[in-house]
């Protein structure tokens, strides 16, 4: 099993910045990618961005050049930088973790775009 708990959400104006932290615990030495999905009210989850155990990274394309995922040397915790943000950003954002057999999800954060 793993647990993932996400950190970082909250609200910031237009063209602002926020930074999302995810740890992950339990059976992390079976975890291969990991990465963030988001849902905005009404609208399915969708991927962010993912990044593998290789350091190999994939972005939606609404956040390429503005967002950066990155996974720390202990490969226990992934996070999201985000910059530029705009209100359609607005969603919470959910930390993954994909293993051999299993997909984990944490509970999520908001991230609220407004001004």
């Known amino acids: 099993q793993v647990q993932l708990v996400e950190s970082g959400g909250g609200l910031v104006q237009p063209g602002g910045s926020l930074r999302l932290s995810c740890a992950a615990s339990?059976?992390?030495?079976?975890?291969?990618?990991m990465g963030w999905y988001r849902q905005a009210p009404g609208k399915q989850r969708r991927l962010v961005a993912t990044?593998?155990?290789?350091?190999?990274?994939n972005y939606a394309d609404s956040v390429k050049g503005r967002f950066a995922i990155s996974r720390d040397g202990t490969e226990n915790t992934v996070s999201l930088q985000m910059n530029s943000l705009q209100p359609e950003d607005t969603a919470v954002y959910y930390c993954?973790?994909?293993?051999?057999?299993?997909?984990?999800w944490g509970q999520g954060t908001q991230v609220t775009v407004s001004s």
């Open positions: 993954n973790a994909l293993s051999y057999s299993s997909t984990y």
């Open positions: 339990g059976s992390v030495f079976s975890i291969y990618t």
């Open positions: 990044i593998t155990r290789n350091g190999n990274t």
